[in-house]
Nanobody, 114 residues
Framework: QVQLVESGGGLVQPGGSLRLSCAAS???????MGWYRQAPGKQRELVAR???????TYADSVKGRFTISRDDAKNTVYLQMNSLKPEDTAVYVC?????????WGQGTQVTVSS
């Protein structure tokens, strides 16, 4: 088990950028790391996922705008979010997955509005 703490959320204008961080309490080297988001009244969706050797998956809605990365030496995963849209507004939650056992952070709010 690892404890995950997200940071970096906030209020930005459309077209702006944010960088989210997810700090883990222990080594993440054996975990698939991911970011999910959930907006009010909407289903939770996978935003991006990065595996041990760098295999990356993105939701179609964020391809070309978001970049996930990991620094295992720092036990941290990042989500760089560019060209933000109002539709990106949601609570963003970090996830660590090892052999189907899931760990979740508390989430950080991202609001995109004029």
């Amino acid at each position: 088990q690892v404890q995950l703490v997200e940071s970096g959320g906030g209020l930005v204008q459309p077209g702006g950028s944010l960088r989210l961080s997810c700090a883990a309490s222990a080594s993440i080297s054996r975990y698939v790391m991911g970011w999910y988001r959930q907006a009010p009244g909407k289903q939770r969706e996978l935003v991006a996922r990065i595996a041990w050797l760098g295999t990356i998956t993105y939701a179609d809605s964020v391809k070309g705008r978001f970049t996930i990365s990991r620094d295992d030496a720092k036990n941290t995963v990042y989500l760089q979010m560019n060209s933000l849209k109002p539709e990106d507004t949601a609570v963003y939650v970090c996830n660590a997955d090892r052999s189907g056992f899931l760990n979740w952070g508390q989430g950080t709010q991202v609001t995109v509005s004029s």
